[in-house]
């Protein structure tokens, strides 16, 4: 069954129960970054030009299952009405007598937000009696909440179930459109960039890009792994030894699908092995092949970043997720600061997913050069290794 989206719904007069992901950063009670809020105001401004009244539930941080203040949504009820320029109105609880008289009393053009849906561990079980106490708040589903995605909690999987009507927000239309087409019928030539820590975390991804893409560039210390898997000495270096076998096997599937892999070839290296990251400092730049013994490679090279140039040069869709080397320390953001720009100024559809990844861009200053940015970082790496996400699964198959 296909899914439907805001923009296709008859919603005037109606009470939509939106998910969205209000799980923004706070410090004493005042949000950090509202970025998450500004994203859902498509979706929720749309809905309230139909004529419809709102009920936005979402969760904050994890709180275990018990009302906690700190993780209370309350101040995020504030800063939305800001946005909004209009009266927000705030429920004690997401479920309950009090949560479902507050909704039901709303009329068209206003809007409630519950109280964090963490609050109860029923929302993380999946748990179906919480799901239906849930519903009670809203006539249509609205889920625009792409960052948990993946996850098979009672707003994501349960809600679909037992409501009769339910649709896509225009976030999470954004996001199928973009990671989807860019999978199922990307404009060749398709490049894909990887990068970060660990193998172990992208594993099913480069399996999965394999057969998709024609070049797969990976940077950031799981390049490391891969180096060794050729027979390159590393130093210090973080490595996965035992997904070097994994490795080597990627890359021999990669020449049997003809995709070209390109690996660092020179690195930015500290010999401050044993300190914190942002203790540690550069020793200087070293090729693939001759890093020192008591080196450990954080970023990748300026020859590495004019051979990635290249590679992208000619792409006309590209995905990337993970940064290139340790950006949190200034002196290893070169090669993550360099790969954006790069990026950016390529005529081609340009996707960026992943935490790190995003933070890198938005430090770079280059968001706005960028084709699409996704919101989720779980849920998009899950969507680039091939699986149908939950939230994606139960819109589909809506009141079934």
């Not at 805001?6 to 970025?35: A, Q």
């Not at 009244?53 to 101040?75: N, T």
């Not at 927000?88 to 009329?107: H, I, N, Q, Y």
Request: aromatic fraction near 6%; charged fraction near 20%; include cysteine.
């Amino acid at each position: 069954m296909p899914m439907r989206f805001l923009d296709e719904m008859e919603v005037r007069g109606k009470r939509l129960l939106v998910r969205v992901d209000y799980n923004v950063p706070t410090k004493d009670g005042v949000i950090t970054d509202d970025t998450r809020i500004q994203a859902s105001l498509p979706t929720l401004k749309l809905a309230l030009e139909k004529g419809a009244s709102l009920v936005l539930c979402s969760h904050l941080g994890k709180p275990k299952g018990a009302p906690d203040p700190q993780f209370s949504l309350a101040p995020t009820a504030r800063r939305l009405g800001e946005l909004l320029s209009r009266p927000v109105a705030f429920a004690p609880d997401c479920v309950g007598d009090k949560a479902e008289t507050m909704a039901k009393a709303l009329v068209p053009g206003q809007v409630l937000v519950l109280e964090n849906l963490r609050f109860h561990a029923g929302e993380q079980k999946g748990d179906m009696e919480f799901a239906r106490a849930l519903a009670k708040m809203g006539q249509v589903y609205v889920n625009d909440a792409f960052g948990t995605a993946h996850r098979a909690h009672a707003s994501v999987s349960g809600l679909p179930q037992v409501m009769e009507a339910c649709c896509g927000g225009l976030l999470l239309k954004r996001e199928w459109q973009f990671l989807g087409k860019a999978l199922e019928a990307p404009e060749r030539p398709f490049a894909a960039v990887t990068g970060g820590a660990k193998v172990s975390s992208k594993l099913m991804v480069l399996k999965h890009l394999l057969n998709k893409v024609d070049s797969l560039i990976i940077g950031g210390a799981m390049a490391n792994t891969f180096l060794k898997a050729r027979g390159f000495s590393v130093g210090k270096s973080l490595v996965e030894d035992d997904l070097l076998e994994e490795a080597a096997s990627i890359l021999k599937l990669a020449g049997q699908k003809n995709v070209h892999v390109a690996l660092p070839v020179d690195f930015v290296v500290s010999q401050d092995a044993g300190k914190p990251l942002a203790e540690m400092t550069p020793a200087g730049v070293f090729p693939d092949a001759a890093i020192p013994g008591d080196g450990v490679a954080l970023d990748i090279g300026p020859a590495s970043l004019e051979a990635f140039a290249k590679v992208l040069a000619p792409a006309k869709t590209v995905v990337w997720n993970g940064p290139m080397g340790a950006f949190e320390n200034p002196a290893f953001a070169a090669g993550t600061m360099g790969m954006a720009g790069v990026i950016a100024g390529l005529p081609a559809m340009t996707i960026i997913g992943g935490g790190d990844t995003i933070a890198a861009v938005g430090a770079s200053g280059l968001t706005g050069k960028m084709t699409f940015i996704s919101t989720g970082g779980g849920a998009s790496l899950e969507f680039m290794e091939g699986r149908e996400l939950p939230a994606f699964k139960a819109l589909r198959e809506c009141g079934k």
